[in-house]
């Protein structure tokens, strides 16, 4: 017996707001016609995923298919290559190297390439095929340059465009489509919001804002969300704030972290996003998670192998393991540690191997390594 569904037709903020389960096979069309991004655009209902963990389905030319996936799924911007990107070495030299590890083989990391300039505390997004190291301090001033590496082909930086602004530390987003650089510092903390196409190299184009000005937090994204966490500028934030990706605007709400810090980092799989490390005024180990889908405070999630800020975070990895590379532990020490974690398992942090060499305000992003 056929069963006739009927298409639901709303807003993308009407949609993600009700969060419904759509039924197998149902049609959810999300109509804007004052965003272009999200003009027209459908998710496919398989009676179990709520509206925020499916994916939207494209079709562009010959090819169709998902943007990326929800719930626990693979989505098309994670990959097993995880990428290091610049920092300041045992010498607090800035650095142009850029160094890799495979995810799911724990081991020390393998130069990859260069940077097209010596950087620290860059702003990485990655789509799995390509990531882009943007802005940093190179030879103490702020840079808009956005570089890109192909995950699969070791090789120095290749040019992607520039910024709207110049600007360090602050945080990458995504969902597999495009790729948002938020908030960082330039003169005081800087609230904007940038964002790239990843399909298409260019210079980045206005995004929206955040609350506040604020350097030095990490960030996560799941299909759906961007979330920035943490960070400050000249104080010590536990804000939590997101965009709808697809939609450019202004940030939300999202709730709290568990304690206020700056220069900790994020990883994330398709569902949850965790913070790791920072600085308090203390070096601290703490790992908190949400669940991206749905704003709220943050939960403990365990510890880093110790009190460490200044590191890097791989952001969207392999939807299994979240890991952290790098950072400063004070007393003129830093560090070559590799360290992941389940990020659906939470728990302490366990040793991954080592970078080539001590490195701090290193940043990461991850990708396909094929």
């Avoid at 298919?65 to 607090?92: E, K, P, Q």
């Avoid at 929206?208 to 104080?235: I, L």
């Avoid at 890991?323 to 366990?350: D, W």
Wanted: aromatic letters at 12%.
């Amino acid at each position: 017996m056929a069963i006739r569904l009927q298409m639901r037709k709303d807003s993308p903020a009407v949609w993600d707001s009700a969060n419904p389960t759509l039924l197998a096979g149902e049609i959810g069309y999300a109509w804007d016609s004052a965003d272009s991004a999200s003009f027209g655009r459908i998710k496919i209902g398989d009676g179990a995923s709520t509206w925020t963990q499916l994916a939207y389905f494209y079709s562009s030319g010959d090819s169709a298919g998902l943007y990326s996936s929800g719930g626990g799924a693979s989505a098309v911007w994670y990959g097993d290559r995880g990428l290091f990107t610049g920092g300041n070495n045992s010498s607090f030299s800035r650095i142009d190297n850029v160094e890799y590890i495979t995810i799911t083989s724990p081991g020390n990391a393998t130069d990859f390439g260069d940077l097209s300039a010596v950087a620290d505390y860059c702003l990485n997004t990655s789509n799995g095929t390509i990531g882009c190291s943007a802005g940093g301090v190179s030879t103490g001033t702020s840079r808009n340059t956005i570089d890109y590496f192909t995950f699969s082909t070791t090789g120095n930086a290749t040019d992607f465009g520039d910024l709207t602004n110049a600007r360090y530390a602050g945080a990458g987003g995504g969902n597999g489509s495009i790729g948002l650089f938020m908030n960082g510092q330039a003169n005081g903390g800087q609230n904007t919001i940038d964002y790239i196409t990843f399909a298409s190299p260019g210079n980045a184009t206005d995004f929206g804002d955040f609350s506040s000005g604020r350097k030095s937090g990490g960030g996560v994204n799941d299909a759906t969300y961007s979330v920035y966490g943490c960070g400050g500028s000249g104080e010590y934030t536990n804000i939590l704030e997101y965009v709808t990706t697809a939609t450019p605007g202004n940030s939300t709400d999202f709730g709290d972290a568990t304690a206020s810090r700056q220069y900790s980092q994020g990883v994330c799989d398709t569902t949850y996003g965790c913070f790791g490390g920072g600085f308090s005024p203390s070096y601290l180990d703490v790992i908190d998670y949400v669940t991206i889908a749905t704003p709220g405070n943050a939960t403990d999630f365990g510890n880093l192998l110790q009190g460490t800020s200044h590191l890097s975070g791989t952001g969207p990895t392999n939807a299994t393991y979240g890991v952290f590379g790098g950072g400063y532990i004070g007393s003129s020490t830093s560090l070559n540690t590799i360290q992941y974690i389940t990020i659906a398992s939470p728990g302490n942090a366990t040793d991954f191997g080592d970078l080539g060499a001590e490195r701090y305000g290193v940043t990461g992003m991850g990708g396909s390594p094929s």
